[in-house]
């Protein structure tokens, strides 16, 4: 098999740079997933996607411009200035886009998209479709790919990329249907393969699918990460399972309380933004009341939306209360919903730039994976969608542009390399006779996660995360033998996963124990100040040896110069 | 302690089909899903089945559970009485275990052209949908094409040409949408015996859906538009 462009990931990023590269021309698009493009997890997401439309009554004046400044200030001026005005800028016309292929926008009473505020933002400029918002787009584009009749490979198992000479020449997958390894030759490979919350297992928004391999198989084939320490912690994850319950809640008027039964965030924010503040003020705030004896069972907090009455509930949230019923056995009209800050996004991810490009030749990255960098500490609600679509479609539209001059022979060496070594690696973790058993190592990461790199970060925790996870390393050496089930081996998959988990967390707890700073969602608890004369760059991590070498990348500061970040 | 009993079936093997029976120290609020999870990563690596999103969204976990399709993820095991029994979802292959082919199911799909036609020139910003007129495909645009109404369709169970639910609910969400203007062409191509007309009305679909859709009454606006476009000389040939 051999491509000109192969996109792996059927989310929004993926799907969106499919449709860019086939509306550039290039026929040769094949999309690889290891779910159903409809599966992914672009489809959780609830609350909406950003854009300086101004339908909304107070919207007016919003432009553009307003959309960049509240973006960089929310990344704590660690994003790429160049980067966000491109994406603000671009914001309307995709929004616009999706609409006009069919997207299920809800509506103001004017016919226009509705929109509402969110966290960290000047004016309400996020547009929704009730709080099923990633699931309308991701089933738009998915439309969109079955109107072009664009190739879609599903349920392949991507596992490794065949990279030479600084050029990537396609990638290794396993077909899920046959068992089979095959090595998929393309001129050019985009990676929108998503987030990594998995490496924080329960304790994240995240789906079972999300697991940072996507973002581990480019880092081992010696492509830089950028940025991973930034996690970012929604504010609201529902207790017990952290199913997102989204900001749309808060945007709708929902209140936080703490077990005082007070509005806490007054004591945080100002009195004009109390539960609308940026995630990582409302999710400090919230681990403050917890930490301080607040909250209830030493847990979590309400999110209290009663008073915004059954019909707005029904008509806006309904997600939401379906949720909370069906998981928590609340019902939003009449309770407050049970919630706790939860592992929610990764800000950082595959180095890139605006146009996904990576340094190795052929090699692309979009969406949640990359890192462009557009949310630099601290991502805004209803800015990971819009990233999504804009460079999504960059991405598809800059590679399509340049397949014409690329060699069309495929390069078998290359290739049989990387597929050699894929077969030689499964039938190593069949016959091993080690007996860890990989999940417990699974569980173990995450629990070292959620302890020592969470919301408050102490150099001691970080340091003795670093050396913990290195010990898991070690013991995922020794794990047990996978069966040999032929087609549909999901232990092969989940254990291959953990390998992704283990190096993309070990990225993430280096980088942080090595910033001693607080900058947007990393706060050290020791160095409790933005330091912009040392710490204004990008952490930028290269595997070696089995560890991540980190080195730093200067920030691109346009108009706006950072200050100091108060709401 | 909950009971769950597990269809197994790898048709490569020379195995007959069984039902493996797994103990599981079940805690309070464990989801059937979880169930799963339990066993593959503490008693039987070697049990295939679906996943990902965990919250009834991405439609992966959609299998048969005590008597009804369900999501797996929003199952309680506690709502089960602690005996769980699991099955594939009906008419379609297994592949093996709780996986089965989903060819037949997307492919009708993406036969009702399952996207947006709009043939008039595309405005500069969005085209105006009032709040009524958007919500009239509220609920149809839910669908996570989970196939548990395949799953439970009795037709579909001796007819594999028949579109199907959820591939009819896609057509009436088209159908009912303000900025689609290929009505009388999408009804024409389900007014048939392999489409609308081939639903029995058993209610099935709309029993089981896990997002409370309704495709039995969507195929029977269907039908009603379909009739009313026939006697008003505006559906032409169908089946095309």
Not at chain 1, 153 to 160: A, C, D, G, P, S
Not at chain 1, 197 to 205: A, D, E, I, L, M
Not at chain 1, 357 to 368: K, L, N, R, S
Not at chain 2, 161 to 186: M, N
């Amino acid at each position: 098999m051999f491509y000109d462009i192969v996109i792996v990931g059927g989310g929004l990023a993926g799907l969106r740079a499919a449709i860019a590269a086939h509306d550039a021309g290039v026929e040769s698009v094949a999309v690889i997933s290891k779910i159903h493009p409809v599966r992914s997890h672009s489809g959780a997401a609830q609350g909406g996607i950003n854009a300086a439309l101004g339908n909304h009554p107070e919207g007016h004046d919003d432009s553009p411009e307003r959309h960049a400044y509240d973006t960089i200030k929310g990344s704590d001026f660690l994003a790429d200035q160049d980067a966000v005005e491109i994406m603000t800028a671009d914001a309307p016309r995709i929004i616009y886009e999706l609409e006009h292929w069919g997207c299920p926008f809800s509506r103001f009473e004017d016919g226009s998209i509705a929109q509402r505020p969110f966290g960290g933002a000047g004016f309400p400029r996020t547009c929704y479709g009730a709080d099923r918002t990633g699931l309308y787009i991701l089933h738009t584009l998915y439309e969109q790919v079955v109107k072009r009749n664009i190739e879609v490979l599903y349920e392949r198992f991507v596992t490794k990329l065949a990279v030479r000479d600084l050029h990537c020449a396609g990638v290794v997958v396993q077909n899920l249907h046959s068992g089979e390894f095959e090595a998929i030759g393309a001129k050019t490979v985009i990676f929108a393969t998503g987030g990594s919350g998995r490496v924080y297992s329960v304790n994240t928004t995240n789906s079972h699918s999300s697991t940072g391999l996507g973002v581990a198989i480019p880092y081992w084939a010696g492509i830089p990460l950028k940025d991973m320490e930034f996690i970012q912690f929604h504010p609201t994850g529902l207790d017990g399972s952290s199913i997102l319950m989204t900001e749309g809640c808060r945007g709708e008027g929902g209140y936080l309380l703490n077990n005082k039964g007070e509005r806490f965030m007054k004591n945080y924010v100002s009195e004009k933004i109390m539960e609308l503040g940026p995630r990582d003020i409302v999710a400090r705030s919230m681990q403050t009341e917890i930490n301080e004896g607040r909250g209830f069972e030493d847990r979590y907090l309400q999110l209290d939306l009663r008073h915004l009455g059954a019909e707005k509930i029904m008509e806006r949230l309904p997600g939401i209360r379906d949720i909370a019923m069906n998981f928590r056995n609340v019902d939003p009209i009449k309770e407050p919903i049970p919630v706790h800050p939860a592992m929610h996004y990764t800000m950082g991810g595959i180095d890139c730039d605006k146009n996904g490009q990576t340094v190795i030749d052929g090699f692309y990255a979009a969406g949640e994976c990359a890192c462009v960098s557009v949310h630099g500490s601290n991502r805004l609600g209803g800015n990971s969608l819009l990233e999504t679509v804009v460079f999504g479609a960059r991405a598809g539209k800059h590679a399509a542009g340049q397949v014409e001059g690329m060699s069309s022979t495929p390069d078998e060496e290359a290739l049989n390399s990387a597929l050699k070594a894929e077969k030689d690696r499964f039938k190593m973790l069949r016959e091993t006779d080690g007996t860890e058993n990989p999940y417990d190592i699974k569980n173990e990461l995450a629990r070292i996660m959620m302890d020592k790199i969470g919301i408050f970060r102490s150099q001691t925790d970080m340091e003795s995360a670093v050396d913990e996870i290195k010990r898991l390393r070690e013991r995922y050496e020794h794990i047990r033998a996978i069966p040999d089930t032929g087609k549909f081996n999901y232990d092969f998959l989940w254990v291959t996963e953990i390998a992704g988990n283990i190096d993309t967390a070990l990225a993430i707890a280096s980088g942080a124990a090595a910033r001693t700073e607080s900058r947007g969602s990393h706060f050290h608890l020791e160095h409790k100040k933005r330091n912009d004369e040392e710490w204004l760059k990008h952490s930028m991590y290269t595997f070696k040896d089995g560890a991540p070498e980190i080195s730093y990348k200067s920030v691109t500061v346009g108009k706006y110069e950072p200050e100091e970040r108060k709401y | 302690m909950a009971i769950f009993k597990v269809f197994r079936y790898n048709p490569e093997s020379y195995e007959i089909a069984r039902f493996q029976e797994y103990e599981i120290p079940d805690t309070e609020s464990m989801t059937v899903l979880e169930g799963l999870y339990y066993i593959l990563e503490n008693i039987d690596p070697t049990l295939a089945f679906r996943s990902s999103c965990r919250e009834g969204v991405c439609g992966s976990c959609a299998m048969h559970i005590n008597g009804e399709y369900r999501l797996a993820c929003e199952t309680q095991v506690s709502d089960m009485g602690h005996n769980v029994t699991i099955r594939p979802l009906a008419h379609m292959k297994i592949i093996r275990d709780l996986v089965v082919d989903l060819t037949p199911f997307f492919d009708n799909y993406e036969k009702i052209k399952p996207y947006l036609i709009n043939s008039g020139p595309v405005p500069d910003k969005e085209f105006k949908q009032s709040p009524k007129e958007r919500k009239r495909i509220d609920h149809h645009v839910d669908c996570i094409l989970c196939g548990a109404c395949y799953g439970s369709c009795p037709v579909l169970a001796t007819d594999s040409a028949y579109l199907g639910p959820h591939a009819l609910l896609k057509v009436l969400r088209f159908v009912d949408d303000s900025r689609d203007d290929a009505a009388y062409e999408r009804l024409a191509y389900v007014a048939t015996d392999y489409g609308i007309f081939r639903c029995h009305t058993i209610f099935n679909c709309q029993q089981v859906c896990p997002k409370d859709l309704d495709p039995t009454g969507a195929i029977g606006k269907l039908k009603m538009k379909a009739v009313k476009g026939k006697l008003l000389g505006k559906l032409k040939k169908t089946g095309t």
